[in-house]
């Protein structure tokens, strides 16, 4: 079992920056990759970007690619979302996912979100 917890949302200026973090816990050994994802009233939710836990190799959506950058720090099982440039359509609700097996087919489990607001 892995636990994750969000932090870090808040209300920001469009063209201002945010960090949200993402804690874990309980069997951490065992994670192999790690993503955000977001969700915006009325909408599905929707990839973020994503990092493999052992290389820090990272990938995003094409919507915050060189606005948004991925990390993970592994001392203290957290991984990071540093948002840039932010715009008003990056408001939504951004929650942490684990994936155990590193495939990005499946995430395995969920925080319960932390909220970023963008305002013009």
């Known amino acids: 079992q892995v636990q994750v917890v969000e932090s870090g949302g808040g209300l920001v200026q469009a063209g201002g920056s945010l960090r949200l973090s993402c804690a874990a816990s309980g069997r951490t050994f065992m994670i192999r990759a790690m993503g955000w994802f977001r969700q915006a009233p009325g909408k599905d939710r929707e990839f973020v970007a994503r990092?493999?836990?052992?290389?820090?190799?990272?990938d995003n959506s094409d919507s915050t690619e060189g606005r948004f950058n991925v990390f993970r720090d592994p001392v203290k099982n957290t991984m990071y979302l540093q948002m840039n440039s932010l715009k008003p359509e990056d408001t939504a609700i951004y929650y942490c996912?684990?994936?155990?097996?590193?495939?990005?087919?499946?995430?395995?489990?969920w925080g319960q979100g932390t909220q970023v607001t963008v305002s013009s």
């Open positions: 996912a684990v994936d155990m097996a590193g495939t990005g087919a499946e995430y395995d489990y």
């Open positions: 990092v493999i836990w052992t290389n820090g190799r990272t």
